[in-house]
């Protein structure tokens, strides 16, 4: 089933191959060579890429693709490579070699950007604000193949098996988001697919393989597509520094199903993708729900939607816990949010994992900070907690300013002093 689903988008009647773009591998028929510059580097049997090789190149990343071990192998790469990747310490996070609680925040929308110079402006403003982790989305599923000019990363079109678009309007605008965070120091939080229909999701994949987003986590033929692309997307970035962690989805759930579905999904499929990749950690990307059996009787509190967040984190090859945080959807307060947050934190240090509360968010946007700097300063206070990344990050582009949710914090606003200038300045520094 694997070669079925190994399909992509690289252009075989081209004599060479663009930056990033895949050059050859099992069953690849397209070309072997690549543009100035770069050179086709083996990551694993089925995937070589082009990367830089030539005068002009990035020497950090170069050393990392050139030192690093091939996929399965037994050799450690050298020390100053292992230390790059981020890791755990206890219930805290290891980046760059420093070990401490680390924030962050949130861009679905980034990979999606055509213009190098936006994405560059905006993780120019993360490292000038100190913020140090971005989650962004991994995945960007269609199913119908749009134009030139709209990013998509895969498709699925009935009839047809899925594509995936390793393209100038494909994953390689993923590329750029990787080696712009790798230039600036800012580390990622690479998502592979989505419960909810934007951008696809599961529901993409159910109208090729049939089946609903809620029987998605045992469709075998879904699974092996999924598992395919997740190996396309780890493969070609095994070696760089900039990823913070792999996440499984964005908010899994499974109304009505047994805790166990969602529990033995998250357990498989994080061990198939450190069986991929053992450098990097791997996480859940879930909400957080069913955190306490004796908890207050809030509908997050129960596991109505599947998850069972306990037994979720004991899965050894998860490496953290993730929850979300939005009480205004969830009919609960404001303060609700803090004995949320203590819930989740208290779990984690006694599982001795970290806790990162990867989403929060509250309305209306004038009560932004003074809601979410108290949930700040809960999550930082707690010993269990190792960070935290806001829903979520705002900027102004060469088109304009980004989407606003209603959550959205924009680079330079009083929102942006409250919640990212002053929480900065109140973690202290790594260690």
Not at 13 to 22: G, H, R
Not at 160 to 178: C, F, M, W
Not at 376 to 389: E, F, I, K, P, V
């Amino acid at each position: 089933m694997k070669s079925l689903y190994y399909i992509t988008f690289a252009a075989a009647a081209s004599a060479q191959q663009l930056a990033w773009a895949q050059c050859g591998g099992q069953g690849w028929s397209g070309s072997n060579s690549c543009v100035s510059g770069y050179t086709c580097v083996s990551q694993n049997d089925y995937y070589f890429q082009c990367v830089p090789g030539e005068a002009g190149k990035d020497p950090t990343f170069d050393t990392l693709l050139a030192t690093a071990p091939a996929t399965g192998s037994t050799a450690s790469p050298p020390a100053s490579v292992a230390d790059s990747f981020s890791a755990t310490s206890g219930t805290k996070f290891v980046v760059d070699g420093k070990t401490g609680y680390f924030a962050g925040t949130n861009s679905y929308w980034i990979a999606f950007l055509m213009n190098n110079a936006d994405i560059d402006l905006v993780m120019d403003h993360l490292k000038q604000s100190g913020l140090k982790i971005l989650r962004v989305w991994g995945f960007n599923d269609v199913t119908s193949v749009p134009g030139s000019n709209t990013v998509w990363f895969q498709s699925f079109v009935s009839g047809q098996s899925p594509q995936i678009n390793t393209g100038a309007n494909g994953l390689q605008r993923l590329d750029y988001v990787v080696k712009s965070a790798e230039a600036r120091g800012i580390k990622l939080i690479i998502n592979f697919v989505n419960y909810w229909d934007d951008y696809g999701g599961m529901s993409a994949y159910t109208r090729v393989f049939g089946g609903t987003k809620d029987n998605w986590y045992t469709n075998t033929r879904a699974q092996d597509a999924y598992r395919n692309y997740i190996k396309t997307v780890v493969n070609r970035y095994i070696n760089s520094p900039a990823v913070f962690a792999w996440e499984l989805a964005n908010e899994p759930r499974c109304k009505g199903c047994a805790t166990s579905v969602l529990t033995k999904w998250a357990s498989d499929t994080s061990a198939y993708i450190k069986s991929l990749d053992s450098k990097h950690m791997v996480t859940l990307g879930d909400e957080g729900f069913g955190p306490d059996p004796a908890g207050d009787g809030s509908y997050p509190y129960q596991t109505s939607e599947g998850s069972d967040w306990r037994e979720n984190l004991k899965i050894k090859t998860l490496d953290f816990g993730t929850f979300h945080l939005y009480p205004d959807s969830w009919g609960t307060n404001h303060e609700w949010g803090n004995r949320w947050i203590k819930t989740h934190g208290d779990a984690c240090r006694a599982a001795g994992k970290p806790c990162m509360l990867e989403e929060y968010g509250s309305t209306p946007e004038n009560q932004h900070c003074p809601v979410e700097s108290k949930w700040q300063t809960t999550s930082l206070n707690n010993a269990g907690m190792g960070a935290d990344l806001f829903w979520q990050l705002g900027d102004t582009l060469s088109t304009g300013q980004t989407h606003n949710d209603g959550h959205t914090k924009y680079y330079g606003s009083s929102d942006w002093t409250c919640l990212v200038t002053n929480h900065i300045k109140a973690i202290p520094a790594p260690a």
